[in-house]
Structure formats: C-alpha cells, structure tokens
C-alpha cells in the first residue's frame, strides 16, 4: 500500500470466514510491518471468539490447536495506536478508555498479553462506549449541563465495563495532547458515526445534538460554573483555533468489522 492502513480489532467470530479475514491481515502485517497496522477488539479473546464461532471455525477447518495459536496471538496484539497528522494526534483504540489509565503513559504500562476480565483497566480499553446521546436534544439547559459533567456510568448493554461521558474524554484528549479518538466496537449503519461533537453549543441551550443518554447511577456535578466547565470550554476553544477552526467530534466510531455482514449464530 502506499499510505498505511489500521485495523481497529474484532477481526473474528459472527461469520463463516473469521479464519481467512484473520489470516490475510496476519500476512499483510508480516509483508508491509511499516504499513500495516492491527489493534486488538473485545473478540480477540478466548472466552468472547469461543461463544460466537470462532472456535467452532477453527476446530472444522484446522483443527483446536490452530484455534488455541490464533488465541496466543491475540494476546500480543496492542490495545491502542495513536495517529499523526498535520493538525494533531488522534487516539485510536477498539472501545474506549479506562478511569485507571488517565495517561497515555499508564496504557503503555498495562500488561496487555492476558485476556480480559469483566472489569478494569484492559476491559475497558477494550469494551468500553461512549454514553448515549439520541435524547440529548430533548434536554433543558440545566439537564444538558449535567449530562456534560457526566464522567463514567455502568455499562448495562453489554454486562461488563463502562460508560464514558464528554467529561471524561475530554480530559483524557486535554492531558495527553491529543484532538479526538477513534473507536470501532458497535454496528453502525451508516458506516461511522461521531459523539459529543459540540465546539459551539457548549454554550449550553443553543444547538443540541440528536442523540441519547439514560442512566439512573450517572456520575454528575451540578456546578456548572466550576473550574472544569471552563476548563472544558477554553479547551475546546482552543482546539478549534489552534487547527485552523477544523470543528472535530470527541470521539468517532467506526464500524470496521469485515465478517460480521455474513451471518450471526
């Protein structure tokens, strides 16, 4: 290839051809190292690719082994990347981030060659979503204030890790000198969608995006005057000065996982 291409994980399970896709990224990797670039999903583990096919797959075409190798490797994958350009670095990781891991210092520090738990630090990087916004434009001032104080919640949908809210993220973007994150780990229809993409409405009461947020244990500071709502404000701000008024989302998903179009089951 003459630019380089990432991955951004769930490269196995619900479909039938989970072993050709993992295999040809493998021998990309191996051909252009320089180029090609994997990170690894929340189906990259053995319980998740057990459950949903890939072990199933393996063990009809190649037999367990096979399957208990492409585990080990698995666990090698990295967890995260981080993206240059000429208006900043973008991060780039398969689900989110993780209240343990405030720095990028501290991901690079994480022992990533182990599967992932139901909760902490790993689970979270690699199962971790944005909280909902599709009521966000139903909200009044006061509610929508609250909502962009909102930190990190349960994660009922999928019974394990977190929820991050524009509060989070955008202190994790501030602190590690970074203008937005790139995630995949939920269908989208349309091919990606962006979250907390306010650089003006932040003003509280003017534009609301059309999205969706409910959750009774929310994690909210009610003084919106404080400290980290101007902090959040100028930040933003800035950002959008400092990159020639290039207006970005907090967080961008992308769907990126090539089998799941063939079948689930």
């Known amino acids: 290839p003459d630019h380089n291409l990432l991955f951004l994980g769930d490269y196995v399970d619900r479909g039938a051809f989970s072993c050709e896709v993992i295999l040809h990224l493998f021998a990309l990797k191996l051909r252009y190292r320089n180029k090609v670039f994997l990170i ?19 063990k009809v075409k190649y037999g367990l082994n096979v399957f208990y190798l492409f585990v080990k490797c ?45 909760e902490g630090a790993l689970c979270d990087i690699l199962w971790s979503d944005p909280i909902n916004e599709d009521d966000v434009h139903k909200l009044d001032d006061s509610e929508y204030r609250e909502f962009l104080q909102m930190e990190y919640i349960s994660n009922q949908a999928r019974q394990c890790s ?18 937005y994150m790139l995630r995949a780990h939920e269908v989208q229809e349309e091919g ?9 409405s932040i003003g509280f009461g003017s534009i609301r995006m059309d999205h969706h947020f ?40 992308v769907f990126s996982a090539p089998n799941y179009c063939d079948q689930y089951g």
């Open 162 to 179: 977190l929820m991050f809210g524009y509060k989070a993220i955008s202190r994790f973007l501030k602190e590690n000198n970074l203008i």
């Open 40 to 58: 690894r999903g929340n189906h990259e583990s053995q319980d998740v690719c057990s459950h949903f096919g890939f072990k199933k797959e393996c």
């Open 214 to 253: 409910t959750d009774e244990n929310a994690s909210t500071d009610n003084d919106a005057d404080s400290e980290d709502d101007i902090d959040m404000i100028e930040s933003i701000k800035s950002k959008k000065e400092s990159h020639n008024s290039h207006i970005f989302p907090t967080v961008l998903t």
């Open 192 to 200: 990606f969608r962006s979250h907390f993409v306010n650089p003006d």
């Open 74 to 118: 698995f666990r090698t994958i990295p967890i995260s990347a981080l993206i240059s350009t000429k208006i900043g670095t973008i991060y780039a990781a398969h689900g989110g981030i993780s209240p343990e891991l405030p720095t990028l210092e501290d991901i690079n520090n994480l022992n990533r060659f182990e599967d992932p738990k139901r």
